[in-house]
């Protein structure tokens, strides 16, 4: 009589959870931690570009009242009317702003996925494989991915309840009204201090991340760390500071209301 195969344990003597059951291929790739670094990074790509171009329309915020088509309105909400007209007449009103909706909440979801995955990969090593951990290797940054993440997550939600969907009390909103929603939410100093913090921890997430997904997509040098570095920082910098101004122009009244449309 064969005798039982003895299961696989750890190091502590608890035994390792089975081996999932293998994928079809490209599935099969997001089962590696390779895999899911790589979905990291090219989801934290397309996430960093919106948010550079986020920040970046929301500068219109400072121009104000200007004439568009023989009408004065504020640039901020011309813009968001844009926005909506995207690829019109090729593609029906709204529908490309939809996709690329889809596509950010698709890349936002992986992201949040494939980085749970590797926390619960990354502490089953460390249980495995157990030894003390470098410390001083980790920048403090790096450390805190995980929970400037769902702080982060946590903005998103308040910012779409916020601005997009009118849900917060406090001012009232306008819907296809940007600039009006902005100066009437920001102009609250408990708020546009939370918009401060977030943002805050927004550009420390984006600074790890931007350095360590060149690391994720293989390019590795260390010829290349300084250039990585200066990168990372120029990208989180640029964003903490341009966002970080809203709330401070408004609560400064350089963005205001004072030249309101009638």
Same mark, same amino acid.
């Given at each position: 009589?064969?005798?039982?195969? *003895?299961?696989? @344990? /750890? ?7 089975? #081996?999932? *059951? ?14 899911? *670094? %790589? @979905?990291?990074? @090219?989801t934290g790509i397309m996430l960093l570009g919106f ?8 500068? #219109? ?13 504020? /640039? ?21 702003? %939809? ?34 951990? /470098?410390? *001083? ?24 309840? /916020?601005?997009?969907? !009118?849900?917060?009390? !406090? ?19 408990? @708020? ?41 920082? !120029? ?20 963005i205001d209301l004072s030249d309101k449309v009638k």
């Amino acid at each position: 009589m064969a005798a039982p195969t *003895k299961a696989r @344990v /750890d190091s502590a003597d608890r035994p390792l959870r089975p #081996k999932g *059951k293998e994928l079809p291929f490209p599935l099969s790739l997001y089962q590696t931690a390779v895999g899911k *670094k %790589w @979905v990291m990074a @090219v989801t934290g790509i397309m996430l960093l570009g919106f948010v550079v171009f986020h920040m970046l329309g929301n500068l #219109k915020l400072y121009l104000g009242v200007v004439e568009h088509n023989g009408v004065l309105d504020y /640039d901020a909400n011309i813009y968001g009317e844009w926005l909506r007209d995207l690829l019109v007449p090729f593609l029906p009103r709204t529908v490309t702003l %939809w996709i690329l909706r889809i596509g950010l909440i698709g890349a936002f979801g992986l992201h949040i996925h494939a980085m749970y995955a590797l926390t619960m990969m990354n502490q089953q090593a460390n249980v495995t494989y157990s030894s003390k951990r /470098d410390w *001083k290797a980790a920048t403090f940054a790096s450390r805190s991915m995980r929970y400037t993440g769902v702080i982060v997550l946590a903005y998103l939600i308040f910012h779409l309840a /916020d601005l997009t969907w !009118g849900f917060i009390p !406090g001012y009232d909103y306008e819907r296809g009204h940007p600039h009006e929603n902005v100066v009437g939410s920001l102009s609250n100093p408990v @708020v546009a201090a939370f918009y401060i913090i977030a943002n805050a921890l927004l550009a420390m997430h984006i600074f790890h991340g931007a350095y360590s997904m060149f690391q994720s997509l293989g390019i590795n040098n260390p010829a290349y760390n300084k250039l990585r570095r200066g990168f990372a920082a !120029g990208v989180a910098g640029i964003i903490l500071i341009g966002n970080v101004s809203f709330p401070i122009a408004v609560l400064a009244g350089i963005i205001d209301l004072s030249d309101k449309v009638k």
